[in-house]
């Protein structure tokens, strides 16, 4: 599978993250078969969380790497500082304790990725990042980063790394997916918009995806007329969306893929480095994610393609240039802002 490289990790990080927020002591065999498949199909990263099932997707993941003896082998992304029913946690206790419990859970000494779950925006820069930064001197997070924190504040926090010797931010997870939300999916959430994946290029910073496959939009299961799923609605519902995804079943159509296939190759091919978190629960669903991850192919025909391209869907296109390529197995899409065409 193929993967990014993320600053102060040691360890490739497959482009396709195992979620977890469905693992609980009760469905351990269900969990660990699931681990056992995304292992076997090249994945190696899986995202868990201090609030997960109540801490349970931890504890899970723990005892499945020490009963199967590939602790070494996996990059665990995991988060804290999640607020709760008091407000914000965003501060240096908190963030202390979140840890702490997270390593005892896991049951390991070193977690290779760190994110804080929010941000608080009262909370200065400084203090974050003061605090993140005795895990790392002391060998215990690989590399910090964050979940739901706008560019800008990403930009302050290691800005002041910067300014003052210490280790800052080096990868971001908000959601990014094909389909563009209406609102945020819950409090504090932070989707990428065009400022935010123009300021990623820029940086070369890496973009953990949430909810990469806008929670199944894009399978085929969902219409207008189907209304039963609330979060969904009011999230994804748009006459924009729709028409995303019109135009990804009608491509995916042409050259023999499938919508998911072409909202998923979105994600993964950003001019940035960006993996896409999953939520497969069993080996069929992984098997069939697998088939969707390619490795770009590029080409000196794509000014042509792009331009067919445009010529035959025109201004129906928001984000403005997309094409899609076809060599052998291999295919390539990529939806992006570029001038020229536009």
Known sequence: ?????????????????????????????KAASN?????????????????????????????????????????????????????????????????SDSLKRLQTDFIDLYALHRDDPAVPVDEIVETLNEYVSSGTVGAIGVSNWTW??????????????????SFSSPNLSLAKPNEPFWAGCVSADAETCAWHEAEQFPLLSWSSQARGFFTGRFSPDIRDNADLVR???????????ARAKQLAEAKNVTPIQIALA?????????????????AEELRF???NVYRRTFSENRP????????????RVSEAYTFLYLHKRTVYCHLQWIPSFC
């Open 1 to 29: 599978m193929k993967t990014i490289s993320i600053e102060g990790l040691h360890k490739p990080v497959s482009v396709l993250m195992k979620g977890s927020d469905y693992f609980y002591h009760e469905n351990y065999d």
């Open 35 to 99: 681990l056992d498949a995304y292992f076997a199909i090249g994945g190696n990263s899986i995202d868990t969380a201090h609030l997960y099932s109540g801490g349970q997707s931890e504890e899970v993941i723990g005892r499945y790497m020490r009963e199967r003896g590939t602790r070494d082998q996996w990059v665990i992304l995991t988060k804290g500082a999640h607020p709760d029913h008091n407000g914000p946690r965003v501060n240096a206790r908190d963030i202390r304790n979140d840890i």
């Open 152 to 169: 800008q504040r990403i930009q302050a926090a290691n800005d002041y790394a910067s300014a003052n010797g210490l280790v800052g931010f």
């Open 235 to 245: 999230v994804f519902y748009s006459d924009a969306n729709w028409e995303r995804y």
């Open 266 to 282: 979105y994600v993964l091919s950003q001019p940035f480095p960006a993996c896409a978190l999953i939520g497969a629960q069993n």
């Open 289 to 291: 994610i697998r088939k």
């Open 304 to 315: 042509h393609l792009a331009e067919v391209f445009l010529a035959r869907y025109g201004s």
